[in-house]
């Protein structure tokens, strides 16, 4: 059964212990955690805080990166950025590193066209950063990129799976490179989710019920994502996330939903 996860920031508590409690007495496998500079020092204490709570790191969040920034200066940032990330990652064997390659409603390089629009443009400076550095520094540390793919409002390059699943192919489908998707990005694009599941490469999934809340509190069928989820080949994390901290009980209640629909006997 897919292991389930909570973002830290759905978590009630103001120490990184009492969120750790707090996902163990919902229920919760695992955390997956914001990358920050507060989170870097607080590593040595969460390493203690998963081992005490028996919980584990689904993985970590970078979010937006400036791997694609026209400036060569934001984008060496962008880079050591993701190398501390994957680093960290490798530390707390988590299933990787979610970041975005691209998060702007526009492109931000320019149009050359007859030559290459903008699109064409990221997409190709996104893959020679990832070859160039990230790919080899994932293998060598035994660490995995998720890249996620966002929507419209919020990417012009990256705003299905598929579209996350291309630039794995250019990277010839490297080992350590993997595609992450959430329900809210689906929803936005209206992209089935069942489908989805599908999707080459699938490495990191995030769930959110429709209109980003928790699973059982909108109109989602969880059943039918369960018994996709149960005849696909995904076997990773589910993360329910979120933007706000939540009680105790309608997170448990959250959890409890996936267990259900994970657990009922898919179809013939």
Request: with cysteine; aromatic share 6%.
């Amino acid at each position: 059964m897919n292991p389930i996860a909570l973002q830290t920031v759905l978590l009630p508590g103001v120490t990184l212990d009492e969120k750790l409690a707090a996902a163990r007495a919902v229920g919760a496998d695992g955390v997956e955690l914001q990358v920050s500079p507060e989170f870097y020092a607080q590593l040595p204490e969460l390493t203690r805080g998963l081992a005490r709570h028996g919980l584990r790191a689904a993985a970590l969040r970078v979010g937006p990166t400036r791997l694609i920034h026209p400036e060569y200066g934001e984008r060496e940032r962008a880079l050591v950025e993701m190398r501390h990330a994957l680093a960290a990652s490798a530390d707390l064997n988590a299933a990787g590193v979610v970041f975005y390659g691209h998060y702007a409603s526009h492109s931000v390089l320019p149009d050359l066209h007859p030559y290459k629009s903008p699109v064409e443009l990221e997409a190709e400076l996104l893959v020679t950063e990832l070859r160039a550095t990230l790919c080899d520094l994932a293998y060598a540390l035994g660490a995995n990129l998720l890249l996620a793919h966002a929507d419209s409002s919020t990417s012009a390059l990256l705003r299905s799976p598929q579209h996350a699943a291309v630039i794995r192919a250019k990277l010839d489908n490297h080992p350590h490179i993997f595609v992450a998707t959430s329900t809210s990005h689906l929803d936005a694009e209206h992209i089935d989710v069942t489908q989805s599941l599908a999707t080459p490469g699938l490495g990191y999934f995030a769930v959110t019920d429709m209109n980003g809340r928790l699973p059982g509190q909108g109109s989602r069928d969880w059943q039918m994502l369960g018994a996709a989820i149960q005849t696909s080949s995904y076997e990773g994390w589910l993360t329910i996330e979120g933007h706000s901290p939540e009680g105790l009980d309608a997170l448990k209640a959250a959890v409890q939903v996936l267990r259900e629909a994970l657990a009922q006997k898919p179809p013939d």
